[in-house]
């Protein structure tokens, strides 16, 4: 009975949908390195110069979406991850490139790839629709984190900056977000007309497949 409720979930169809690249994403060769703590400083720098550069992006985003939002819940809900995004996770960011010996000069000015453009646009011309496309590309990039990191158990690299960004990734507070964002995608999937459900579906498909291609990226 579980196991039918779940795959009824219409964020489960969304993810479902998005195979193979959900798997590849989950089971890239960069999480599974950053977990053993084989990863090169090298390769989690190019990455994390991305993703720092990714992370005014989402905080856009964000903000999009709680102005789309239906209620003071959500609202609520969501301006509450944007204070964590811009404050606790935007000073992991900054302790990460001072450990890595990246300065200030190199992170602030570095080029976006292709990826990252592309990533970056997508996401804010979906907030920019509405509630539903919003939640679509909220949900992947951070539901992909959550099911990597939990892949890791109790295992933490000796490198605060590859244990942190674990542990930001599994925390309650993270897991509730990610729950949350797939409770309000299940209450407005299936009552939407059934062309934009499938715009939905494929919305969800490319940000998942952006998130390979971001962390095939690292080791360019």
């Known amino acids: 009975m579980t196991k039918a ?27 599974r390195e950053l977990i053993a703590d084989t990863l090169q400083d090298t390769d989690f720098a190019l990455y994390l110069i991305q993703d720092y550069a990714f992370l005014d992006t989402l905080a856009r985003v964000l903000e999009l979406t709680i102005d789309h939002a239906p209620d003071a819940a959500s609202k609520t809900k969501l301006s509450g991850f944007l204070e964590t995004v811009t404050g606790d996770e935007n000073d992991y960011f900054l302790r990460s490139f001072d450990a890595l010996g990246i300065s200030k000069e190199i992170w602030s000015t570095a080029k976006r790839t ?34 990597w990191a939990r892949a890791a158990g109790k295992t933490r690299p000796k490198r605060f900056y590859l244990a942190e960004w674990i542990q930001i990734h599994t925390n309650p507070e993270f897991i509730i977000f990610v729950e949350w964002l797939r409770g309000e995608t299940d209450r407005l999937g299936p009552a939407l007309p059934p062309e934009q459900r499938g715009h939905l579906a494929a919305l969800f498909r490319e940000i998942v497949q952006l998130e390979v291609a971001f962390f095939d990226a690292a080791y360019a």
């Open 114 to 147: 292709t990826t990252t453009r592309r990533l970056n646009d997508i996401m804010l011309n979906a907030a920019r629709k509405g509630y539903a496309e919003a939640l679509t590309v909220l949900l992947p990039v951070e539901w992909i984190y959550l099911a």
């Open 5 to 31: 409720k779940s795959s009824s979930r219409f964020s489960e169809r969304l993810r479902k949908n998005a195979e193979p690249f959900w798997r590849q994403s989950v089971e890239h060769r960069f999480t």
